[in-house]
């Protein structure tokens, strides 16, 4: 299976052209077939990472947000990192529209208010 | 064989029985007898599962360490069939617990009670499913009538200082339901949320229409998800990978997106209740005796390696950006459903289906 190659690069919009840069190299980006002019807009001026086309090798065939994140999650089994403490505020919140919902009873609510 | 490198493995899921008191339709465990034939199993621990001898606590540890001579282990993940169907499984996490750096138990949470909890670890780590916020919706895909039980369960966790991750298995039968049941993941006091879209085996084959939600209402449900671990700073991972061509997970910038890891140090290698071990939880697939081999013998074996090597034929054009994490999708539920590794994951097929 060919390779995908990938660069860091940044986007520059000028009127309605969009190009990436990459080591100095401008690639006009394929908007309107491949890439959508609305997500190339917000990405504008932001590094991202560029995805090369195997053949022909200089061809941009997407760009990505580099904060995107790809975490090597394992299936059904959750990674220590996603234990976190929860925001009390915001537990008690969705507490308030379990019951609003009927779908907690008050009482059972109360139990597990937080911070009261 | 010469002794190899001592190398590292991130995860073991322990799998300490078989049994199981639920009959989730979407489940994928290559020894679930058909939906309706699960009987309500009391609190008992069998002796012998599939002809072979059931592991006992210290065949266990044993074995961990076993592993452990050979592997630098991190973290361990107690499952089943319901782990709590066995009597002695808080101290067999006592004892798993000292062996490694962190411990998680998935479990449907319906058999844990303040007893049992007092003799595990303190602030022990559980995974829990939980289908959705409609009782009726969560125990029809339970299988049992369970939601209200599980609610106590939450609620003992939250007393104790237990960590929770809540498991969603996303279908269609929940999908329109994410949002709430999300909600009610963090009013019960969920550290996380997995949303594993549903990943189908030999057995699920015959429902997988009634699962699989078309890649738009996917899309719908994740956006949904989206929204949610927004509102609420809550950790979510679309846990089950979810194949690009169906529904592209960078859309949604709050949910991260896991693939399989495919072998090597992130591989969650499964230690099945008889000393079995294999490539990982959702395959039947069977690559050596822990009892009789060594553990790098079994996971540097030509099998171990070959498993997840082969890219589906209709995939090797795709020129998508994630090609190469996604590569095809889960190879054990292309394995399960159509008996290769060489075909692309069967959610794929009846994601498109559905579509059309």
Known sequence: ?116 | MARGPRREIKQLVVEVTEACNHACMHCYNYWRPRRGDVPVLPVVDATVERGRRVLTRPDFVRLVKKIKRDARLHYIALSGGEPFLRTDLPKIVGDLSDQCEGLVTITNGTLITKERLRRMPERSNFEITLFSAHRETHDAIAGRKSFDRLMETFLLLHKHHCGLVIACVLSRLNAADIALTMELAVAVGAQAVMLNRVNLSRNVMPAARELVPSPEALRETLAAADRMAEKYGLGVVLSVPVPPCVVDPREFSHLHAGWCPRGGKDAYYTLGCTGLVRPCNHTSVVLGDLLQQKWFEIVESKQAREYWATVPEECRDCSHPLKDSCAGGCRAAAQECYGSTAMIDPFVNFARAAQA
């Open chain 1, 1 to 116: 299976m060919a390779e995908t190659k990938t660069a860091v690069g940044k986007v520059t919009v000028a009127g309605s052209k969009y190009s990436v840069t990459v080591n100095k190299k401008k690639h006009l980006l394929p908007v309107g077939t491949l890439i959508d002019a609305s997500q190339v807009r917000k990405l504008a001026g932001k590094e991202v990472v560029v995805y090369f086309a195997s053949k022909p090798r200089n061809l941009v065939i997407a760009v990505q947000d580099k904060a995107f994140k790809l975490q090597p999650i394992l299936c059904y089994v959750p990674v220590p990192d996603l234990f976190k403490a929860l925001n009390p505020e915001m537990q008690n919140a969705a507490l308030n529209v379990m019951v609003e919902k009927g779908i907690i009873m008050p009482d059972l609510a109360e139990q597990f208010n937080v911070g009261r």
